[in-house]
């Protein structure tokens, strides 16, 4: 199965996150005996949390049935250092968002995505402050949650329009 996990329809890669739909294609295809994979999953600079997309991944190809919270838990710790339970709620919060906006985010125009509003862009950045805030004096954690800050801004940048001054 060649598989993808990167959005490619897009000329810049919007805040998403996807990970409960890798899991579930993951048992689909132990269940119907897939042997091997490909995915591509390019773009790490600028696509929301591409490296525990990855990482996470990997973990699932060896256990179709882990545990997305065990796993999840484990690599903020790790990943984001003392940001990461800022950096979780991001994350659950962004798939949720997703999850309800229920489009395909690959024919989706970035003006068109319902969850890009106001209180997204607030909720986000206040996630990401408060990470930063905790993190602070870790060069490698805040480095690693400055990467999140980009996707965000990209957005925010090319929707800045609906918003006006004050985001």
Same mark, same amino acid.
């Given at each position: 199965?060649?598989?993808?996990?990167?959005?490619?329809?897009?000329?810049?890669?919007?805040?998403?996150?996807? $990970?409960?739909?890798?899991?579930?294609?993951?048992?689909?295809?132990? #269940?119907?005996? #897939?042997?091997?994979?490909? $995915?591509?999953? *390019?773009?790490?600079?600028?696509?929301?949390?591409?490296?525990?997309?990855?990482?996470?991944?990997?973990?699932?190809?060896?256990?179709?049935?882990?545990?997305?919270? *065990?796993?999840?838990?484990?690599?903020?710790?790790a990943y984001y250092g003392k940001g990461a339970i800022p950096m979780r709620k991001y994350m659950d919060y962004l798939q949720d968002r997703e999850d309800a906006a229920d489009v395909l985010l690959a024919k989706t125009g970035i003006m068109a995505v319902p969850y890009l509003?106001? *209180?997204?862009?607030?909720?986000?950045?206040a996630f990401l402050d408060e990470a930063e805030s905790l993190a602070a004096g870790d060069v490698s954690s805040l480095e690693h949650i400055g990467y999140e800050r980009i996707p965000v801004d990209i957005a925010l940048l090319h929707l800045r329009s609906n918003f006006g001054t004050d985001i």
């Open positions: 199965v060649w598989d993808y996990w990167v959005i490619y329809s897009n000329p810049f890669n919007i805040p998403y996150l996807n $990970v409960r739909h890798i899991q579930e294609d993951l048992r689909f295809y132990r #269940v119907h005996n #897939v042997k091997n994979i490909f $995915v591509e999953c *390019e773009f790490p600079e600028d696509t929301s949390f591409s490296h525990f997309k990855q990482w996470f991944g990997y973990k699932l190809m060896i256990d179709p049935d882990a545990s997305y919270s *065990e796993l999840a838990d484990r690599f903020c710790k509003d106001r *209180e997204f862009f607030t909720k986000v950045n």
